[in-house]
């Protein structure tokens, strides 16, 4: 049997560094068609990103979190729309892993598969012979228009009430409605998802409670890699917390792409690089930045060495990766939000990528899992010694 080396972390960032182009090329067209271009989805399909969270005997590479949230960040420095996508994907892959091994060998059947998810559980799944009925409508449902299957947050109904839990259900049993009309991460297909009595069988059915308080799942061949043994919030939200830092970095890469001959209206400066205001600004956006990226980092480290570990995790310390996730999502938006202040006028304009950027991560930041306000709430509860008001820990 031959045994194909993982790629390096150097390896798959460069991979996600060398589709920046492409991804830039086709951004436009994303945002007006609303989902991800075939070159696009082709290209990540071809450099194995969208395989980082897929276990390696279905030809998955696992590497390590930080690698993840590098590569995801990166492709969002392409363009926001596709790293959120990659990172929906990314988390919809991990969850699938956590399913009895007969569920995971159909879905992973397909090499090039693309799982999506949804974690609001806003299904009902009633208990029938052999599995459960679904019904319920998911929104935000992201990449659900260029996907084969969905990792749907719901609640199972039990003897003891309802409870949360995960259905995997294929697309084609569900209902895409075409109602992702936004102001911004347009090009990520967030639709919404219905599913009208979908039978699915009890392999694809999964009690998310064990998962998200002690780490257990249904997998007995991914029960001992460290990549499934951390808890689903703070995974989910460090992955997805990475587009957020490569907005940032685009953001700082249109600026200064602008800068040179450009000048400050109405005053003197010829030159906007040789204006103090200038200087100060371009500081404040580069501290801010290296301020995201220390965050997301953290959590990705944290959960790599709990992972390997074995580690509990407590509840400050699950708070605190939410709160890492805030401090990204936040720190990126304020210096998004310096730079486009800077930018000038002419920014508005809709060929200007900045516009774009500045509608993409204020989207982002008001996403209810990443929310800046609320995560600090939930932390700030924490530290004084209350529980935490919710279960998304």
Same mark, same amino acid.
């Given at each position: 049997m031959t045994i194909v080396e993982a790629p390096s972390r150097a390896d798959l960032v460069s991979r996600a560094t060398d589709l920046i182009p492409l991804i830039r090329q086709h951004a436009a067209w994303q945002e007006e068609n609303r989902v991800l271009h075939e070159d696009v989805l082709q290209a990540l399909t071809d450099a194995g990103l969208l395989k980082m969270r897929i276990a390696t005997r279905y030809g998955g590479t696992v590497p390590d979190l930080r690698t993840v949230v590098a590569v995801i960040s990166e492709l969002a420095r392409?363009?926001?729309?596709?790293?959120?996508?990659?990172?929906?994907?990314?988390?919809?892959?991990?969850?699938?892993?956590?399913?009895?091994?007969?569920?995971?060998?159909?879905?992973?059947?397909?090499?090039?598969?693309r799982v999506c998810g949804s974690v609001g559980p806003n299904g009902i799944a009633v208990p029938t012979d052999g599995g459960?009925?679904?019904?319920?409508?998911?929104?935000?449902?992201?990449?659900?228009?260029?996907?084969?299957?969905?990792?749907?947050?719901? /609640?199972?109904?039990?003897?003891?009430?309802?409870?949360?839990?995960?259905?995997?259900?294929?697309?084609?049993?569900?209902?895409?409605?075409?109602?992702?009309?936004?102001?911004?991460?347009?090009?990520?297909?967030s639709a919404t998802t219905v599913a009208e009595n979908v039978f699915v069988p009890q392999a694809r059915v999964l009690? /998310?409670?064990?998962?998200?308080?002690?780490?257990?799942?249904?997998s007995k061949q991914n029960a001992d890699q460290p990549a499934w043994k951390v808890p689903f919030m703070p995974l989910a939200v460090a992955v997805a917390g990475a587009p957020a830092l490569g907005m940032a970095q685009a953001a700082r890469d249109v600026f200064f792409e602008r800068l040179p001959g450009r000048k400050i209206t109405y005053t003197d400066y010829e030159n906007q690089s040789e204006a103090p205001l200038t200087h100060l600004q371009v500081a404040e956006a580069a501290v801010k930045i290296d301020e995201a990226e220390f965050h997301l980092l953290r959590e990705a480290d944290r959960l790599?060495?709990?992972g390997r570990a074995g580690e509990p995790w407590s509840m400050q310390d699950r708070a605190l990766g939410r709160m890492d996730a805030a401090a990204v999502c936040q720190r990126a938006k304020e210096a998004v939000d310096v730079l486009n202040n800077a930018s000038g006028g002419s920014s508005i304009y809709s060929h200007n990528v900045m516009q774009r950027i500045e509608r993409d991560i204020r989207a982002l930041n008001l996403h209810g899992i990443m929310h800046p306000e609320t995560n600090a709430e939930t932390y700030g509860r924490i530290l004084c010694g209350l529980e935490p008001n919710t279960l998304f820990l």
């Open positions: 392409g363009d926001g729309s596709t790293g959120w996508t990659v990172s929906t994907w990314t988390i919809g892959a991990w969850l699938a892993g956590l399913l009895p091994d007969e569920a995971q060998d159909e879905i992973f059947a397909d090499p090039d598969v459960v009925i679904l019904n319920g409508r998911w929104h935000f449902n992201t990449g659900s228009p260029q996907s084969q299957w969905d990792t749907h947050a719901v /609640m199972l109904q039990t003897d003891e009430g309802l409870v949360p839990g995960m259905c995997a259900v294929p697309l084609s049993d569900l209902t895409i409605v075409d109602d992702w009309h936004t102001s911004g991460l347009r090009g990520t297909g009690p /998310m409670l064990p998962v998200i308080m002690h780490s257990r799942h249904l790599d060495a709990k």
